[in-house]
């Protein structure tokens, strides 16, 4: 019946495909997970066999409290909330800063910037902690801007100065540190927002633990927000023709170096909103260091890469992400710190195939459709297949960063 | 039927999803020009790369001389005395052409190179086979037709009996083609077998003995070129008959709709200018064909006049306007519309679905966005009318993805929304590149009815036949410059190749900054 009135009516195929679309992606999303998470058992395994006493109890003492631990109290569903939100809101910043085709690796420069002008918008300047975010917003913003600004100006190459960009934010926030007495409490760490400035400290919700502040619910905003720019407007129309292929981007008028800036800048703000969010929490000081650039900006990849870029997605998989590191803490005291580091990671790491998984699925799809749709085909299957590899093989160099 | 030097019998082969060879056998005796004809995606580049051992086939066997073999690679096949020109020239450009010869053969004496013998074999080659060329020159500064003589060479220098020459004339000019064939004949008569893989049904009736003719991956037949006509071979071919191109002469105006004042483009390859000091006009009503070999400057004309590429100097006046500082947005809604060259590089968003592809050039404008908001609903209703109206084939109509459209559908989608765009000016370059001949006549139609319905067109086409059928008046660019301004119907594909090659400029272009 469905076919009655028009013989170009393809319904029964069109809904297959068109379902399937999605389905592969969270598919794949989900077999990814399952894949990673079987890794770190087995990982589990072998550095239990090569210890000196190995004890075949421990891989799973460490993989059921790693799994249950992220359910197992209330306290700590709360603590993956929290833990939760600025990795959203890093995810956010490198899954819309991919969209436009930009690898944006500074989102730990941009975080680590927004975090501190949050603290001396808390203490120096004694602003309510809406202003102080407003302001992280802000300071995250510009540090996007400026390897926005070089790769549509100068086509060099964001990567580079995003990662430069990370440094520089550290000794930048450092030297502020040092020449702002007024900041800290010790030479090493900023001083307790509970005493600095309270109105500072972002609202709780009354719950027992006094750390579960809203700071979830505006990532959970922002990322809305994302995804609402990204799919119903002309700018995130933009946004996406210019990631996909720039130059049919330039040659429809669209202007994609102004895109690539706005996007950089809007990127290094959701990264430095999340700094924002973790430190106007109240519960831990900004600690200085020289020698490591903080994990979180990097936690952000294989949010955003997890969840395809897709900004409702990058909600679940920083929770996610944040279940696996709350149940990482509960391995102690039978696993080093570093070794929970090094089992998350490998999660995370196979987890981030998702896009091979989702390639390997649509290659089985077409061959099980195969006939209906192949036949137009024809001359275009080889292109597209090397394409394919292709894309499969550019957005995986971002693992490199995938580090805990 | 023993004198048959290569059989492919019942020959299938399968990708995903796809039959691009299904029971095709080819027969190529010893001492013939064997032509393959077929369209685009007919199959004969696959049935090539299978002899070649580069595919593997599902099904069927390959013969030399009536007895079976296995060809698991390209060095199995050069083993057998199988060799290929390949379309696209494998030689290293700063090369000599003698290095490019022996590449991958070097005659070595105690690890060290032995150049002059292969030197006197190479030349004594070129001089049996008349195949001249200056074995000392580097393969950048040397011509295309002489490029091909090269992979000529190489073939001859392995010692191949068997020679495959892949679509060899799309890149050479009129005078280099005859040169070709009269090359292959030489060559049949040294004792040679040589298979001619062509579309191009008036080169295939001169130089061939016989045709074997595939369409959608099957074996139509083969048939003797002294028993069989060009129309025949089109309607095996393409499956029916095809008409020609019927154009009402062109309805002069006096309107000029694009003015191009001495324009010049800077080149991104060499320190000289792309295009140096261009001048003319298109009017309404009129097909403007610009016509020159690859990399003579016309892409990068089209670049400055579409506002892809910054020029250096000169002015452009669209509509009475000078649109030589605007933006490309501002000059598409002043009145231009751009088919690109590379529909993949530039005219789609590969990853975007029909309907977005359809309004790439719409979406910003109100009734498609509100506030800032795009309208989907209306951007499906615009594009199922176009893809109606145009007949573009898709399988989920406007939510299919461009990339998983065929290049022929794919092209038809950039047309519509060009077209659709109302422009006075239509700017289409290499319109039918890579399309199969149903597609490139329907997209000869849709440029005419563009013109009768009085806009302009500028085509700039690489194929002279598309120039002499569909063109009102020919400028042809050399070096980045135009040679000559001429009358399609007073002038010959010959004398369009001489000024293509810069053999011969029109007078009144000999001085600096002429106008046409």
């Not at chain 1, 926005?148 to 000794?171: D, Q, S």
Request: with cysteine; aromatic share 8%; charged share 20%.
């Amino acid at each position: 019946m469905l076919g009655l009135k028009s013989k170009k009516d393809t319904s029964p195929q069109k809904t297959i495909t068109e379902i399937s679309e999605l389905k592969v992606t969270v598919i794949s999303s989900v077999v990814s997970i399952i894949v990673g998470l079987l890794f770190g058992l087995v990982f589990l395994f072998i550095i239990e066999v090569i210890k000196e006493t190995p004890d075949m109890t421990n891989p799973f003492y460490g993989f059921s409290n790693l799994m249950v631990e992220g359910f197992s109290s209330i306290r700590s569903i709360i603590k993956v909330l929290y833990k939760a939100a600025p990795l959203l809101m890093v995810g956010l910043a490198v899954g819309f800063a991919f969209k436009a085709g930009l690898f944006n690796i500074g989102a730990t420069g941009q975080y680590t910037v927004g975090a501190f002008f949050a603290l001396i918008a808390a203490i120096l300047w004694q602003f309510p902690w809406w202003a102080a975010l407003i302001v992280a917003m802000i300071a995250g913003g510009l540090w996007g801007l400026v390897p926005g600004i070089f790769k549509a100006v100068f086509n060099i190459n964001e990567v580079i100065t995003t990662i430069m960009l990370n440094w520089t934010a550290l000794f930048f926030v450092n030297l502020l540190f040092y020449n702002n007495p007024g900041i800290y409490e010790s030479r090493e760490r900023t001083m307790n927002l509970a005493v600095a400035n309270p109105s500072a400290i972002l609202p709780d919700l009354g719950v027992s633990d006094s750390y579960f502040n809203i700071g979830i619910f505006i990532a959970i905003l922002f990322a809305v927000v994302i995804f609402i720019v990204l799919e119903r407007t002309t700018f995130g129309f933009e946004i996406k023709a210019c990631g996909n292929n720039k130059n049919a981007s330039v040659y429809a008028g669209i202007k994609a170096k102004r895109t690539i800036v706005y996007t950089m800048l809007i990127s290094g703000a959701l990264a430095g909103v999340g700094g924002g969010i973790q430190y106007l929490s109240g519960t831990v000081p900004y600690t200085v260091t020289s020698t490591t650039l903080l994990p979180m900006g990097f936690n952000g990849i294989p949010v955003a890469l997890l969840a395809f870029s897709n900004p409702l997605g990058i909600i679940i998989t920083s929770l996610f992400i944040s279940y696996l590191q709350v149940g990482g803490e509960a391995m102690q005291p039978v696993y080093s710190p570093e070794m929970v580091n090094i089992i998350t990671s490998v999660i995370i790491y196979f987890s981030a195939f998702a896009l091979i998984v989702s390639q390997l699925i649509k290659k089985y799809m077409k061959k099980r459709l195969g006939g209906d749709e192949a036949t137009e085909e024809t001359d275009v299957v080889l292109d597209v297949a090397s394409e394919e590899v292709n894309k499969i093989s550019t957005p995986k160099t971002p693992e490199e960063g995938g580090e805990k | 039927m023993g004198d048959y030097i290569i059989e492919m019998n019942h020959i299938r082969k399968e990708f995903p999803g796809v039959v691009a060879n299904d029971d095709i056998t080819l027969q190529l005796k010893k001492g013939e020009i064997h032509a393959l004809l077929g369209e685009n995606g007919a199959g004969k580049s696959t049935l090539m790369s299978v002899l070649f051992g580069l595919y593997r086939p599902e099904k069927g066997e390959i013969r030399k001389d009536g007895e079976v073999v296995n060809i698991q690679n390209p060095n199995d096949a050069n083993d057998l005395g199988i060799g290929m020109v390949h379309q696209h020239f494998k030689l290293v450009e700063v090369f000599t052409v003698l290095e490019n010869i022996i590449l991958g053969a070097e005659p070595t004496k105690y690890g060290f190179l032995t150049t002059k013998e292969t030197r006197e074999k190479v030349l004594e080659l070129s001089k049996k086979f008349n195949l001249m060329v200056d074995v000392d020159a580097k393969i950048e500064d040397i011509s295309v037709g002489m490029q091909q003589r090269v992979e000529i060479l190489k073939m001859l220098y392995r010692e191949n009996e068997i020679l495959i020459f892949d679509e060899p004339t799309a890149v050479l000019t009129p005078q280099e083609i005859d040169e070709l064939m009269k090359i292959m004949k030489n060559l049949i008569k040294e004792g040679k077998s040589i298979l001619f893989i062509s579309h191009k049904l008036n080169e295939i009736m001169e130089v061939s003995d016989r045709v074997t003719v595939l369409r959608k991956g099957k074996y139509i037949g083969t048939v003797d070129v002294d028993k069989t006509s060009i129309d025949q071979l089109s309607e095996m071919m393409v499956g029916r008959k095809i008409d020609s191109i019927k154009k009402n002469p062109a309805k002069k105006t006096d309107e000029v709709i694009l003015e191009v004042n001495n324009l010049i483009v800077p080149s991104k390859l060499h320190k000289n200018n792309a295009v140096n000091n261009v001048s003319f006009q298109t009017r309404a009503g009129e097909i403007l064909c610009v016509a020159g070999i690859e990399g003579n400057g016309q892409s990068e004309l089209v670049y400055g006049i579409t506002g892809l590429e910054k020029i250096s100097s000169g002015s452009i006046i669209l509509n009475g306007k000078d649109i030589t500082k605007m933006s490309i947005r501002d000059r598409n809604l002043t009145g231009m519309s751009h088919i690109p060259e590379d529909r993949h590089k530039y005219g789609l968003v590969l990853d975007f679905n029909l309907g977005q592809n359809l309004a790439l050039k719409k979406y910003f404008q109100e009734g498609f966005q509100h506030n800032g908001f795009i309208d989907f609903g209306k951007i499906k209703e615009h594009s199922e009318i176009l893809i109606d109206l145009y007949d573009i084939r898709s399988g989920k109509r406007s939510a299919t993805i461009a990339r998983s459209m065929s290049g022929g559908n794919q092209q038809k989608a950039i047309i519509a929304r060009e077209i659709d765009c109302g422009a006075k000016l239509l700017v289409a370059v290499q319109p039918t590149r890579g399309l199969d001949v149903g597609a490139i006549e329907n997209i000869h139609k849709t440029l005419i009815k563009q013109r009768d319905q009085g806009k302009a067109v500028l085509l700039v086409s690489l194929e002279l036949d598309e120039v002499m059928d569909i063109s009102d008046r020919i400028l042809v660019m050399y070096n980045g410059k135009i040679v000559a301004e001429l009358d399609p119907k007073k002038t010959t594909p010959q004398e369009i190749g001489l000024y293509m090659v810069g053999a011969k400029v029109q007078d009144r272009f000999k001085t600096v900054g002429g106008e046409a």
